[in-house]
């Protein structure tokens, strides 16, 4: 089954023919693979490794560096990643350079208009299956640089650690509440193997490793920009810890002594609870005898009844009304 995206590309077919074409962006199928006999070349860059792990001949990365006739982007719900990712796309590009960008009406593709009309010819061709599909060329070739997308902040809870983070990385530009509340029970001895899961910039596994130099801390996600935001987010607090990209416990090797996440409930602009229960269905087996899993979770979430079927009981170690700290024990 392919997506509705790809389900209106598929309307449009001779756009493909006898061209090298480059697929980018958030594109979640193969539909790549279905068009090998029709075009030239087919290559498939992806930020996301859920996907890339899954599909063949991706390039999973932050930058990539390779020219297409035509250039094919699925558009996100992240509007600064879509920034970034056009922007590295086209610097590559010659004036001239043709592309297609689709995406779903509520993700607000209609946007695309607007950040790349000063940059070259674009127009909607096709509204279907709750999308739209534009077409542009390109006119003013651009510059991109990756040292101009880096940001950074501080908060007076990080006992003065600096976060870095590129665009689209959960909690990019400031601490948020749910991390804040779940740093606030790192109070108690932390030692052993840790395992920050879904780390974004990497803020609960640099904190440990700060508070616990001899603790050994793994920190994994499933994107591109974060793994790259944690990996400097380390570097730069001069620490050091492991940076894995894995689609939950999909890449992971060995037991912890604690497994900590404030874990992701949102897939695209939808709610989905996947990962949330591949966690915490799986924490078990990758956990030494007496070994925690704590996470992070809004309130009105149903994850304590999830816990307690596969750990027993659950404790609250902190709440705010809005959010709430569950530690369960192997």
């Not at 209106?8 to 077919?13: A, I, N």
């Not at 087919?42 to 020219?67: G, K």
């Not at 803020?203 to 001899?214: D, F, R």
Request: charged residues 15%; proline residues 3%; glycine residues 8%.
């Amino acid at each position: 089954m392919i997506s509705l995206e790809s389900q209106v590309l598929e309307r449009h077919l001779s756009f493909f023919n006898g061209k090298s074409v480059l697929f980018a962006g958030g594109i979640s199928d193969n539909f790549p693979q279905t068009l090998a006999s029709k075009c030239q070349s087919i290559q498939i860059w992806s930020c996301y490794f859920d996907y890339a792990r899954t599909q063949s001949a991706v390039n999973f990365s932050v930058e990539f560096q390779d020219q297409a006739d035509l250039i094919v982007y699925y558009w996100t719900k992240n509007k600064q990643e879509n920034h970034f990712q056009l922007m590295q796309l086209l610097a590559q590009a010659q004036e001239g350079q043709e592309m297609l960008i689709v995406g779903e009406n509520r993700c607000g593709v209609k946007s695309v208009e607007k950040m790349l009309s000063p940059l070259g010819d674009i127009a909607k061709i096709d509204s279907a299956r709750r999308c739209g599909l534009y077409h542009f060329s390109l006119k003013k070739p651009q510059h991109f640089s990756l040292s101009q997308y880096w940001k950074s902040y501080e908060s007076p809870l990080l006992n003065g650690l600096k976060i870095y983070s590129l665009p689209g990385v959960f909690s990019a530009a400031e601490l948020d509440n749910g991390t804040a509340l779940l740093l606030s029970t790192l109070t108690g001895a932390i030692k052993g193997k840790v395992l920050d899961l879904g780390c974004g910039a990497g803020v609960i596994g640099t904190m440990i490793k700060y508070l616990a130099p001899a603790s050994q801390v793994t920190m994994s996600d499933i994107h591109a920009m974060a793994l790259a935001s944690a990996q400097k987010t380390l570097t730069q607090n001069q620490l050091k810890g492991n940076i894995v990209a894995s689609d939950v416990f999909s890449h992971i090797e060995g037991k912890f002594d604690l497994i900590i996440s404030n874990p992701p409930f949102h897939d695209g602009i939808d709610t989905a609870y996947r990962a949330v229960q591949d966690l915490i269905t799986q924490a078990k087996y990758h956990l030494n005898s007496g070994g925690e899993l704590r996470i992070v979770a809004n309130a009105f979430l149903p994850y304590p009844d999830l816990l307690t079927q596969h750990f027993g009981e659950v404790n609250v170690l902190a709440k705010n009304g809005k959010f709430n700290v569950y530690s369960v024990k192997n």
